[in-house]
């Protein structure tokens, strides 16, 4: 069972709608309760990181989020969030891994970079099994993880940024899966079989 | 690097979808569920699925057939048409859009922008544009471009994009349905105005209109309808044509 966060900051239709076709168990919910019963976590995220901080907060999560042990899957700012700080606001994040989210240059790109974007791999990991070593993915996001230990797979526009990151029970996604065709429900499949692996 | 994409336009009436020439005469299409699903499977980068009658009407937007379209693509959807306030922008959300595309309201709040990016992020709100030229200048135009304005459309951009647009959606009334190409002056005058990605719309009717919008034009991406409903340009054909062309395109 896969546990949807709800914060009034994600497009929870849309990734429902992504992991109903893709036939996996799972539940919405703002609350930490039925959330610490799921076998994996998925935070979306839409909108600003200091309003979906102060969403997170207001509702206990924060802790809970940033000490879960099984599988965590963070998208677009749902995995910005996972981050020590966002320059967005500035925001202070969850802190799961190093690092500032910054904004893109508006010199060298448009701003939001929005539209489907290369992600090429770097190393591999289970979560992008079957899925092109170079896959075009769905995008939409003015602000930025650096490529760093953590990045296994990356894209470019105006800067090279992470597009997918792994450390080890939190994965972030900086596309949005559930809008990525098919490329982006075999990613969302990788996710729901992992989670069974880690199975309560 | 980015690609540019191609995004077919799904005007609705009264459950259907329609197609006209400069937004007038519209003949029957066929239904959203089956034509959202054709495209999102054939290809295409984005849906836009505009309810046309809601402004006019006053009335709230097609909730309904919002929801049953996103549950069959699994490619960006946004969402237009009698939008009003923060709170139909976010019940489209709900209902499974991930963008709207904010027009009438607008013209007499653009402000909705700004409390919108707040809650929900410049790159899930489009502001849309309905352009008519009069007298050598881009005049907008507002509910299903009925109503005059005396807003300048490159004024106009600067304004919504300042308010909080991620995105604008730019449709030359002149040349809509007509397939004799975008407004491509108009689109490379944005282009060096505004910093926000531009979807190009009206006027499509060859393979060489799209590329020309996009290379001329600058335009990131090009809206389409008669030539996918009517099975003119296979959207397949078209991106092959277009990377064949040199531009980045998702095939």
Same mark, same amino acid.
């Given at each position: 069972?896969?546990?949807?966060?709800?914060?009034?900051?994600?497009?929870?239709?849309?990734?429902?709608?992504?992991?109903?076709?893709?036939?996996?168990?799972?539940?919405?919910?703002?609350?930490?309760?039925?959330?610490?019963?799921?076998?994996?976590?998925?935070?979306?995220?839409?909108?600003?990181?200091?309003?979906?901080?102060?969403?997170?907060?207001?509702?206990?999560?924060?802790?809970?989020?940033?000490?879960?042990?099984?599988?965590?899957?963070?998208?677009?700012?749902?995995?910005?969030?996972?981050?020590?700080?966002?320059?967005?606001?500035?925001?202070?994040?969850?802190?799961?891994?190093?690092?500032?989210?910054?904004?893109?240059?508006?010199?060298?790109?448009?701003?939001?970079?929005?539209?489907?974007?290369?992600?090429?791999?770097?190393?591999?990991?289970?979560?992008?099994?079957?899925?092109?070593?170079?896959?075009?993915?769905?995008?939409?996001?003015?602000?930025?993880?650096?490529?760093?230990?953590?990045?296994?797979?990356?894209?470019?526009?105006?800067?090279?940024?992470?597009?997918?990151?792994?450390?080890?029970?939190?994965?972030?996604?900086?596309?949005?899966?559930?809008?990525?065709?098919?490329?982006?429900?075999?990613?969302?499949?990788?996710?729901?079989?992992?989670?069974?692996?880690?199975?309560? | 690097?980015?690609?540019?994409?191609?995004?077919?336009?799904?005007?609705?009436?009264?459950?259907?979808?329609?197609?006209?020439?400069?937004?007038?005469?519209?003949?029957?299409?066929?239904?959203?569920?089956?034509?959202?699903?054709?495209?999102?499977?054939?290809?295409?980068?984005?849906?836009?699925?505009?309810?046309?009658?809601?402004?006019?009407?006053?009335?709230?937007?097609?909730?309904?057939?919002?929801?049953?379209?996103?549950?069959?693509?699994?490619?960006?959807?946004?969402?237009?048409?009698?939008?009003?306030?923060?709170?139909?922008?976010?019940?489209?959300?709900?209902?499974?859009?991930?963008?709207?595309?904010?027009?009438?309201?607008?013209?007499?709040?653009?402000?909705?922008?700004?409390?919108?990016?707040?809650?929900?992020?410049?790159?899930?709100?489009?502001?849309?544009?309905?352009?008519?030229?009069?007298?050598?200048?881009?005049?907008?135009?507002?509910?299903?471009?009925?109503?005059?304005?005396?807003?300048?459309?490159?004024?106009?951009?600067?304004?919504?994009?300042?308010?909080?647009?991620?995105?604008?959606?730019?449709?030359?009334?002149?040349?809509?349905?007509?397939?004799?190409?975008?407004?491509?002056?108009?689109?490379?005058?944005?282009?060096?105005?505004?910093?926000?990605?531009?979807?190009?719309?009206?006027?499509?009717?060859? @393979?060489?209109?799209?590329?020309?919008?996009?290379?001329?034009? @600058?335009?990131?991406?090009?809206?389409?309808?008669?030539?996918?409903?009517?099975?003119?340009?296979?959207?397949?054909?078209?991106?092959?044509?277009?990377?064949?062309?040199?531009?980045?395109?998702?095939?």
């Amino acid at each position: 069972m896969i546990g949807v966060v709800d914060y009034e900051a994600g497009n929870i239709s849309s990734i429902s709608n992504a992991l109903s076709r893709i036939g996996a168990e799972f539940i919405v919910s703002g609350e930490v309760a039925p959330l610490s019963r799921c076998d994996g976590i998925i935070l979306p995220g839409v909108g600003a990181a200091p309003g979906a901080m102060v969403s997170l907060q207001k509702r206990g999560l924060t802790e809970f989020l940033s000490t879960f042990r099984n599988p965590l899957l963070g998208i677009c700012l749902g995995m910005q969030l996972l981050y020590q700080e966002s320059e967005e606001g500035p925001t202070t994040c969850l802190g799961v891994l190093p690092g500032v989210v910054r904004k893109f240059n508006g010199s060298t790109s448009k701003i939001p970079h929005m539209g489907w974007n290369v992600v090429e791999r770097t190393s591999e990991i289970a979560l992008m099994q079957g899925i092109d070593r170079r896959e075009y993915f769905y995008f939409a996001h003015s602000y930025y993880a650096e490529v760093d230990a953590s990045s296994v797979a990356a894209t470019k526009e105006g800067v090279l940024f992470a597009a997918v990151i792994a450390k080890e029970n939190y994965f972030g996604v900086q596309f949005h899966p559930e809008k990525s065709g098919n490329a982006g429900l075999t990613l969302l499949h990788n996710f729901e079989v992992l989670c069974k692996s880690f199975r309560r | 690097m980015l690609t540019r994409r191609i995004i077919p336009c799904l005007d609705v009436l009264n459950g259907r979808v329609v197609k006209g020439k400069k937004f007038q005469n519209l003949v029957d299409v066929g239904d959203p569920v089956e034509l959202a699903a054709r495209y999102s499977d054939e290809g295409a980068d984005e849906l836009v699925l505009l309810d046309i009658s809601a402004s006019l009407e006053e009335r709230r937007p097609f909730f309904e057939i919002v929801r049953q379209v996103a549950k069959c693509i699994a490619i960006p959807l946004t969402v237009g048409g009698g939008i009003r306030t923060l709170e139909d922008i976010l019940d489209l959300l709900r209902c499974g859009a991930d963008k709207v595309s904010l027009n009438t309201v607008l013209a007499h709040d653009p402000t909705l922008l700004a409390r919108g990016a707040a809650r929900v992020g410049s790159q899930a709100l489009v502001g849309a544009i309905d352009v008519l030229r009069i007298n050598g200048s881009w005049s907008v135009h507002i509910k299903s471009g009925t109503q005059y304005t005396r807003l300048d459309a490159l004024e106009w951009a600067k304004t919504l994009v300042k308010h909080g647009a991620g995105e604008l959606l730019i449709t030359s009334i002149d040349m809509d349905g007509m397939k004799v190409g975008y407004d491509i002056e108009l689109l490379d005058r944005l282009a060096s105005t505004v910093n926000v990605p531009l979807i190009a719309s009206g006027g499509a009717g060859t @393979k060489q209109h799209i590329l020309e919008a996009l290379n001329t034009g @600058k335009a990131d991406a090009v809206l389409a309808a008669s030539i996918f409903h009517f099975h003119e340009i296979p959207i397949k054909e078209l991106k092959h044509y277009l990377h064949a062309q040199g531009i980045p395109i998702r095939l």
